[in-house]
């Protein structure tokens, strides 16, 4: 219960959490909403799972933003505004990625199979990849940029 004053009235708020809350009747008893589940943050940087990165390679600027779990990958890789674009799923569990498009690429499929099927070969997990990258990509800028995304995971 939190009480509030103001100007000499007085009001009473209930603030009844999500979670937890008491069940009434002839027995009072806990019921827990989130059925035995736990959760927790972690605020330490060390510790950080997201990365927001951006690469400038031949005049152009690509936003690398990476979030990492213990058994995969999400990654988009963007070029001018922050879109999704092409999205491809890589799951490397054995010697050679499993690797199929969810929603294919206008342009730069090959890069988006690469990428992706190198960073499920890293991570030995499950890796989502989206990109939008509105112009072709040269060899040089594509494999410079496959070599940065890579940095970024091993970390």
């Known amino acids: 219960m939190l009480w509030i004053s103001i100007k000499n009235q007085t009001t009473k708020l209930e603030i009844q959490s999500k979670t937890t809350r008491t069940c009434s009747?002839?027995?009072s008893r806990r019921i827990d909403s989130n059925k035995g589940l736990k959760s927790s943050l972690s605020l330490l940087p060390s510790e950080s799972r997201f990365s927001?990165?951006?690469i400038d390679?031949?005049?152009r600027?690509?936003?690398?933003?990476?979030?990492l779990f213990e058994n995969g990958s999400f990654v988009s890789i963007t070029e001018g505004q922050e879109k999704i674009g092409g999205l491809t799923a890589s799951i490397g569990t054995g010697s050679v990625p499993v690797t199929t498009?969810?929603?294919p690429a206008k342009s730069e499929s090959?890069?988006?199979?690469l990428i992706s099927e190198q960073l499920s070969s890293i991570i030995s997990g499950i890796n989502i990849i989206s990109t939008f990258i509105p112009k072709e990509l040269e060899n040089k800028t594509a494999k410079t940029l496959i070599a940065k995304i890579k940095e970024i995971v091993e970390k």
């Open 61 to 67: 600027s690509f936003t690398v933003q990476v979030l």
């Open 110 to 113: 090959l890069f988006l199979k």
């Open 57 to 59: 390679v031949d005049n």
């Open 25 to 27: 009747g002839r027995r």
């Open 101 to 103: 498009s969810i929603i």
């Open 52 to 54: 927001k990165t951006v």
